[in-house]
Structures are given as structure tokens and as C-alpha cells.
């Protein structure tokens, strides 16, 4: 696994992304499209925690193919690029942008919500893996280059139109930052830290348009609160920091599905007490 070039690595210290990484063949990306295909539609057949867990946030607890994903070697040498030898996964979110929709999300600071240490804002990062081509016409990703820079900035709540789930908008002045759309072929990937600001469009196309992203840190990185759980993928762990998780057996199994939903649990507990804690100093308020 060769990891990023010493250029890829400066690029991402300087602009809080870098893109496009090589990651899955076309062949690849397309069996994995089948695959994310199939796993939605019987989670929605089954309905329930099954249907509400399938996008996420910890897919890997979930299905065999998703564990498999995470823990493949050009991943796994990228992330050992940015974070070291010892990596855990945090997180795996499927993004579904439907033709037509009305979706988009609002600038936003990922480190806002995840309530990481102030190590973990800079030593965790996101792969944004495409499976179908992206372009600014199906509303793809977008960055604010540099913006990681800025520290963690003030965050209005439901800032979008009506009916748009535009999720929470950062204040800071766009005009000051180089904007970088997010355009890949499939199986091709992003990366970005915690902090850079980014967000995404409206799919104005007739296509259906997939990511798959998964959250890599470093064993050293530690949630403000505890407990948290992530899976331990590459060599150990010496800090304790999460409660380590265990990889499924098989797809969509029940016991998967347990411990799926109380890692989600445990979760949802930590960021609520931390959105609480945002409301209360100000970095977060309603629009
Ligand atoms: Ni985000």
C-alpha cells in the first residue's frame, strides 16, 4: 500500500482536502454500486432499525462488504499517510443524492458536530469515495480551501430555504477562500479534515448519484465525551480512548444489527450532550 506522495500530504496540510485519489477500479466501484444498491432496498424491504441504520452512521457494524471496504489496503495506506500506524474507523455514511431532489447542504465544519479533542479536529479525516461519476450538475461536495485554518466558527441552525434540509450553515466570508468542486470518476475518492468548511449542491441530473464515506483517526484522538465507540482497523490500540468495536458477521445479520444500534445509541447520547453544550455557549443558534 503506497499511502499519499509527500505532495498529496502538503496539499492536504494546506488546503484541509486533497482530490481525486485513486482508489477502486471502474469494475470495482461499479460491483460496489450493486452492492450499496442491494443493501438499501432489503433494509427498506425489512423497515424498522434495519431500514433506519442502513445509511449510517456505522454501516461497518452492519454488513460484511462495508468492513471490507474500510480496511482496504490503498485505504488503509492513505490513512496511515495522515494519521499513523494505529487507525480506527469512526465512522460509514452512504450519500444518496437522488435526481431531482431538493436537497443541498449548507457550508458547514464537520468538527462542529463530532465534538472531537482539539487533535482530532486535524488528525481524523473523511474519504468521500464516489461510485458514480460526480459534477457540480448532480451536486456534488464543494470546499473552502484553507478554511481549517480558522478554528471552529459559529454555526446557524435550518439557515436553508423552506423544505430544503440544508442542515447547519457556518458564518465566515466566502469571498476570502478558493471554492474546489469536488468532481470524480467512480472509485475515485476525497479526502478532508474535521474543520475545512464544505458543503453541497442539488442534483440537477436524471442520474442517481452514490458516495460512501468512512471517518478514519488516530487511536490518540479522543472525544470530548465519553463513551464513544470505533473499530480498530490497522495496528493497536495503547490509548483507550473508544470503546472498540467488532466487525460483523455476515450482512444485515441480527447481530450485527444489536451492536449497530447500540454504538449508534451511545453516539446520539454524546453529540446531544454536545450540541447542548454549543447551544449554550453560542456556537450554535437557530436562524
Ligand atoms: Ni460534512
New binding site residues.
Given amino acids: 500500500m503506497a499511502g499519499l506522495t509527500q505532495r498529496q500530504v502538503s496539499d492536504f496540510q494546506r488546503d484541509g482536502f486533497v482530490l481525486p485519489l485513486d482508489i477502486l477500479a471502474e469494475e470495482e466501484a461499479a460491483e460496489l454500486r450493486d452492492t450499496v444498491a442491494g443493501h438499501l432496498a432489503v433494509s427498506r424491504r425489512r423497515g424498522g432499525a434495519t431500514a433506519a441504520l442502513a445509511y449510517g452512521p456505522k454501516v461497518h457494524l452492519l454488513s460484511s462488504w462495508a468492513d471490507r471496504l474500510v480496511r482496504h489496503p490503498t485505504l488503509l495506506g492513505v490513512a496511515e499517510s495522515l494519521v499513523g500506524p494505529d487507525i480506527l474507523v469512526w465512522g460509514t455514511q452512504i450519500f444518496v443524492k437522488e435526481p431531482g431532489g431538493d436537497t443541498d447542504?449548507a457550508w458547514?465544519?464537520?468538527a462542529l458536530?463530532y465534538d472531537l479533542d482539539s487533535q482530532g479536529r486535524l488528525a481524523a479525516f473523511?474519504v468521500w469515495l464516489a461510485l458514480t461519476p460526480t459534477s457540480v450538475e448532480n451536486g456534488t461536495?464543494r470546499f473552502a480551501a484553507g478554511t481549517h485554518r480558522e478554528g471552529i466558527l459559529a454555526h446557524r441552525r435550518g439557515a436553508g430555504l423552506q423544505g430544503m434540509m440544508r442542515?447547519d450553515e457556518a458564518t465566515f466570508d466566502e469571498s476570502r477562500f478558493v471554492r474546489r468542486d469536488v468532481t470524480l470518476r467512480p472509485g475515485q475518492c476525497s479526502l478532508?479534515n474535521m474543520l475545512v468548511v464544505?458543503?453541497?449542491g442539488v442534483n440537477r441530473t436524471d442520474e442517481t448519484r452514490i458516495a460512501f464515506a468512512v471517518d478514519y483517526l488516530a487511536t490518540s484522538v479522543s472525544p470530548r465525551r465519553r463513551p464513544d465507540s470505533a473499530l480498530l482497523v490497522k495496528g493497536a490500540d495503547t490509548h483507550g480512548n473508544f470503546v472498540l468495536e467488532e466487525s460483523p458477521d455476515g450482512d444485515l445479520g441480527e447481530d450485527g444489527l444489536a451492536r449497530c444500534t447500540e454504538a449508534v445509541e451511545m453516539r446520539m447520547r454524546r453529540l446531544q450532550a454536545a450540541e447542548a453544550e454549543r447551544r449554550k455557549t453560542g456556537t450554535l443558534t437557530d436562524a
Fill in positions: 447542504l458547514h465544519q464537520d458536530t473523511r461536495m442542515g478532508h464544505h458543503g453541497s
